[in-house]
T-cell receptor, first 120, second 111 residues
Framework: GAVVSQHPSRVICKSGTSVKIECRSLDFQATTMFWYRQFPKQSLMLMAT?????????EQGVEKDKFLINHASLTLSTLTVTSAHPEDSSFYICSARDQYGVGLSYNEQFFGPGTRLTVL | RKEVEQDPGPFNVPEGATVAFNCTYSNSASQSFFWYRQDCRKEPKLLMSVYSSGNEDGRFTAQLNRASQYISLLIRDSKLSDSATYLCVVDSGGSNYKLTFGKGTLLTVNP
């Protein structure tokens, strides 16, 4: 149980295009999903917290108009990188928290396999 | 002070060695603590939660000292498959369930 999928796993695009990444909780309902970004040899940095049916909460320094997040259902959140540029190339990872906080710990998050974005 | 700080590493150890990872956190309101492992170019995977009383899972032992805001992970009889980056992870202490990740410590176990 507690499986999270992401699609696509890898994307290469031209500068200026928009890229949409999907994050799905496959066997549980996730009222809260998180989007992280990880640059090479760096730690995961939280970009935003996505709550089902409401606007996402962005971390300081993350442009909400550039990274559009939609969490329309309890099993799906999407991140759209608009007008992507080479500096947006990174490993984007989503995670989901079980609606009822079930897991080893109340705060446990289940991670998707990540999406590697390369902007040329 | 960084929110979550870990040994910078990297650690290179022979098979069978015992290796210890250290981590400190700055938010005294944090309530949940974890060790994750991350393989190269993969997502993090939960290794174990860390409890105040300390906990053990096979060759892995985790300890928490709330007074010192210090977390540790001990790996005994290390295997080649233990090679990975070990991430210390702490919650934000609020009701928003946010997690803060340390930068990670790379472990390479050599034959």
């Amino acid at each position: 149980g507690a499986v999270v999928s992401q699609h696509p796993s890898r994307v290469i695009c031209k500068s200026g295009t928009s890229v949409k990444i999907e994050c799905r909780s496959l066997d549980f309902q996730a009222t809260t999903m998180f989007w992280y970004r990880q640059f090479p040899k760096q730690s995961l940095m939280l970009m935003a917290t996505s709550n089902e049916g409401s606007k996402a909460t962005y971390e300081q320094g993350v442009e909400k108009d550039k990274f559009l997040i939609n969490h329309a259902s309890l099993t799906l959140s999407t991140l759209t990188v608009t007008s992507a540029h080479p500096e947006d190339s990174s490993f984007y990872i989503c995670s989901a928290r079980d609606q009822y906080g079930v897991g080893l710990s109340y705060n446990e998050q289940f991670f998707g396999p990540g999406t590697r974005l390369t902007v040329l | 002070r960084k929110e979550v700080e870990q040994d910078p590493g990297p650690f290179n150890v022979p098979e069978g060695a015992t290796v210890a990872f250290n981590c400190t956190y700055s938010n005294s309101a944090s309530q949940s603590f974890f060790w994750y492992r991350q393989d190269c170019r993969k997502e993090p995977k939960l290794l174990m939660s860390v409890y105040s009383s300390g906990n053990e899972d096979g060759r892995f032992t985790a300890q928490l000292n709330r007074a010192s805001q210090y977390i540790s992970l001990l790996i005994r009889d290390s295997k080649l498959s233990d090679s990975a980056t070990y991430l210390c992870v702490v919650d934000s202490g609020g009701s928003n369930y946010k997690l803060t990740f340390g930068k990670g410590t790379l472990l390479t176990v050599n034959p």
